[in-house]
């Protein structure tokens, strides 16, 4: 198979990454992702059964999506075509195309790797239908967006989607053994740097042997320790994309952390979005929402502190008004939890939707006009302060629709209170009704 290196035209010699060095020679050596690769995977079955067919592998960078495409046209026996949608353009995509078209006359097929499959506008997605229906081609996509959002449909029911996993601490240890089988002797670090090394790498397995490389070459007799290792290398920025999925996969686990009335969680997703570059004021945003979807009148005073959050932060600004989303986070975690208000919410709606345009009842009307008056507007209205116990009992909704019972309040917090407030009401209206 001919490697990256000889595709592009540079001589066996020439100065290589360690990434390239150790890429797999099979499928077996691809760390990380058994639930793929093993015989009870998609792809060992599909290798097991020589019946090569389209996929799509999603996974975030570094996690061999390149490295697979590239054995599985080993394992076929396909001719191997890479193009990347970053460069790539609709010419392109013809002249491969043709190209596959050539080799199937002669009995040749083409697994055609695309890097960056998601940048491809829709129209360019579309042209692979054709020969991806007739099998002229075995398409592999590689991509780090959510397909469901990047992809046509009509592409996807061409093609398996496979989730790649970003690779867990001992897979990154495996790689880091290689380096040194590959170099002959262990890397200079302590048991404490050499983990640190790991998770700087943050699941990808092409910086973690980039970073090793680094270490490698430094050529020193003492073992780094943690803070010698951050000072020798280059620290990885967080891996986080405010316009695309990871954006809204974070702000979901801050949510649900909070929902979940776990500070530590919360606190831990709010600290990762604030590291990725967030608009704190789009965090805010969403703290407002969880205050009254979540929590609501189980404590009111909720709401207030994630609006005081977001003119705290207004009014400071970055780094100080960033403490004010702290407090916040910390508040709405370990508030108690309710979602009547949201449910109550929902409820309101869909009865005004099932009952259509029913008039308020004629008692409950203002009577401004002596004609309104004369057709009942007002007639009968108690006015509650007047009435024993400040309480009528009336009836306040339409005419012809039945009471619906529609704000069901928690046994949690200030909603307790609110229940025992409602209890009371309805055994007045009873009273007051005959009932």
Same mark, same amino acid.
């Given at each position: 198979m001919t490697d990256l290196f000889e595709a592009g035209g540079l001589p066996n010699d020439a100065p290589r990454p360690l990434a390239d060095r150790l890429r797999p020679k099979s499928l077996a050596e691809v760390v990380g992702q058994d639930h793929l690769i093993g015989p009870e995977g998609p792809i060992g079955r599909m290798v097991a059964a020589n019946r090569p067919h389209s996929i799509v592998l999603w996974g975030p960078p570094g996690t061999g999506k390149t490295t697979i495409a590239r054995l599985l046209s080993t394992a076929f026996k396909l001719h191997f075509e890479q193009l990347s949608a970053v460069f790539s353009g609709v010419a392109d995509l013809k002249k491969a195309f043709d190209a596959a078209r050539q080799r199937r006359k002669v009995g040749q097929g083409t697994l055609l790797f695309v890097d960056e499959i998601h940048r491809f506008n829709r129209s360019q997605q579309d042209s692979f239908l054709p020969v991806v229906e007739d099998g002229t081609v075995i398409l592999v996509g590689a991509t780090t967006e959510n397909p469901s959002f990047e992809l046509n449909g009509a592409l996807l029911s061409r093609a398996q989607v496979l989730v790649l996993r970003r690779l867990d601490d001992a897979a990154l240890e495996t790689l880091l053994e290689r380096v040194e089988t590959h170099y002959g002797e262990k890397l200079a670090l302590t048991a404490d740097? $050499?983990?640190?090394? $790991?998770?700087?790498?943050?699941g990808d397995g092409r910086?973690?042997?980039?970073?090793?490389?680094?270490?490698?070459?430094?050529?020193?007799?003492?073992?780094?320790?943690?803070?010698?290792?951050?000072?020798?290398?280059?620290?990885?920025?967080?891996?986080?994309?405010?316009?695309?999925?990871?954006?809204?996969?974070?702000?979901?686990?801050?949510?649900?952390?909070?929902?979940?009335?776990?500070?530590?969680?919360?606190?831990?997703?709010?600290?990762?979005?604030?590291?990725?570059?967030?608009?704190?004021?789009?965090?805010?945003?969403?703290?407002? $929402?969880?205050?009254?979807?979540?929590?609501?009148?189980?404590?009111?005073?909720?709401?207030?502190?994630?609006?005081?959050?977001?003119?705290?932060?207004?009014?400071?600004?970055?780094?100080?008004?960033?403490?004010?989303?702290?407090?916040?986070?910390?508040?709405?975690?370990?508030?108690?939890?309710?979602?009547?208000?949201?449910?109550?919410?929902?409820?309101?709606?869909?009865?005004?939707?099932?009952?259509?345009?029913?008039?308020?009842?004629?008692?409950?009307?203002?009577?401004?006009?002596?004609?309104?008056?004369?057709?009942?507007?007002?007639?009968?209205?108690?006015?509650?302060?007047?009435?024993?116990?400040?309480?009528?009992?009336?009836?306040?909704?339409?005419?012809?629709?039945?009471?619906?019972?529609?704000?069901?309040?928690?046994?949690?917090?200030?909603?307790?209170?609110?229940?025992?407030?409602?209890?009371?009401?309805?055994?007045? $209206?009873?009273?007051?009704?005959?009932?």
């Amino acid at each position: 198979m001919t490697d990256l290196f000889e595709a592009g035209g540079l001589p066996n010699d020439a100065p290589r990454p360690l990434a390239d060095r150790l890429r797999p020679k099979s499928l077996a050596e691809v760390v990380g992702q058994d639930h793929l690769i093993g015989p009870e995977g998609p792809i060992g079955r599909m290798v097991a059964a020589n019946r090569p067919h389209s996929i799509v592998l999603w996974g975030p960078p570094g996690t061999g999506k390149t490295t697979i495409a590239r054995l599985l046209s080993t394992a076929f026996k396909l001719h191997f075509e890479q193009l990347s949608a970053v460069f790539s353009g609709v010419a392109d995509l013809k002249k491969a195309f043709d190209a596959a078209r050539q080799r199937r006359k002669v009995g040749q097929g083409t697994l055609l790797f695309v890097d960056e499959i998601h940048r491809f506008n829709r129209s360019q997605q579309d042209s692979f239908l054709p020969v991806v229906e007739d099998g002229t081609v075995i398409l592999v996509g590689a991509t780090t967006e959510n397909p469901s959002f990047e992809l046509n449909g009509a592409l996807l029911s061409r093609a398996q989607v496979l989730v790649l996993r970003r690779l867990d601490d001992a897979a990154l240890e495996t790689l880091l053994e290689r380096v040194e089988t590959h170099y002959g002797e262990k890397l200079a670090l302590t048991a404490d740097a $050499r983990e640190t090394l $790991r998770a700087m790498a943050d699941g990808d397995g092409r910086y973690v042997l980039n970073l090793a490389e680094e270490v490698a070459a430094l050529k020193i007799v003492k073992p780094l320790d943690p803070a010698a290792l951050v000072a020798a290398v280059q620290k990885r920025a967080p891996l986080y994309d405010k316009s695309r999925e990871e954006h809204y996969n974070l702000i979901s686990a801050l949510h649900k952390s909070i929902r979940g009335s776990d500070p530590d969680a919360a606190l831990y997703w709010l600290a990762r979005m604030l590291a990725g570059g967030e608009q704190p004021l789009y965090i805010a945003r969403r703290l407002v $929402r969880a205050s009254v979807e979540d929590i609501g009148l189980a404590d009111p005073q909720a709401v207030v502190q994630a609006i005081a959050a977001k003119d705290v932060y207004d009014f400071l600004g970055s780094p100080e008004g960033e403490i004010a989303l702290v407090q916040c986070v910390l508040y709405l975690a370990s508030a108690p939890k309710s979602n009547a208000v949201y449910l109550a919410h929902g409820t309101a709606m869909r009865a005004a939707a099932d009952h259509g345009s029913l008039m308020p009842p004629a008692h409950i009307l203002n009577a401004p006009t002596k004609l309104m008056k004369n057709l009942g507007y007002g007639k009968g209205y108690e006015y509650d302060h007047e009435a024993e116990e400040g309480f009528s009992g009336q009836n306040y909704f339409p005419d012809g629709m039945a009471r619906e019972h529609l704000y069901r309040p928690k046994d949690t917090g200030f909603e307790r209170e609110i229940q025992k407030r409602l209890d009371y009401w309805a055994k007045l $209206r009873a009273k007051k009704s005959g009932e």
